[in-house]
């Protein structure tokens, strides 16, 4: 029997209109469980582990803004944690969908399809 994972994430939230995070988005990450990812996972973590960043939960958002465990790293070190996840991402087979809402009203929604295996992104609105 297939089992399917499925994970879903959100950023922002429903209060009052901000300029600078104007967006409510919504991830769904889909894995079938057939599809062995633990060999990517334990290099994913080797990897962020030869920048000092073992155990870790990467949140882009501090690494971004430069915030928490990032402060007093470089652009090029948070750079290289980036990269590390895009390498992942693009090695696994895995599938996404992606929904956002424009605050303070619903001006769109976007939904977004990512295949490693066609190595390209669609959308719709």
């Given amino acids: 029997m297939k089992e399917l994972s499925i994970f879903i994430d959100e950023s922002g939230d429903f209060g009052e209109y901000d300029h600078h995070s104007p967006y409510y988005i919504i991830t769904m990450v889909f894995h079938d469980q057939q599809e062995d990812i633990q060999p990517a996972v334990s290099k994913l973590n080797q990897e962020l582990s030869y920048l000092n960043l073992d155990n870790l ?3 882009t958002g501090p690494i971004i803004r430069k915030e928490e465990i990032y402060t007093h790293m470089s652009v090029n070190e948070r750079l290289r944690i980036f990269n590390k996840m895009v390498a992942f991402i693009r090695q696994i087979d895995i599938h996404y969908k992606c929904f956002y809402k424009v605050m303070p009203f619903l ?3 976007f939904v977004c399809t990512f295949s490693p295996h ?3 992104i669609s959308g719709s609105t």
């Fill in 118 to 120: 066609n190595s390209k």
């Fill in 107 to 109: 001006l769109s929604t």
């Fill in 57 to 59: 939960c990467i949140h």
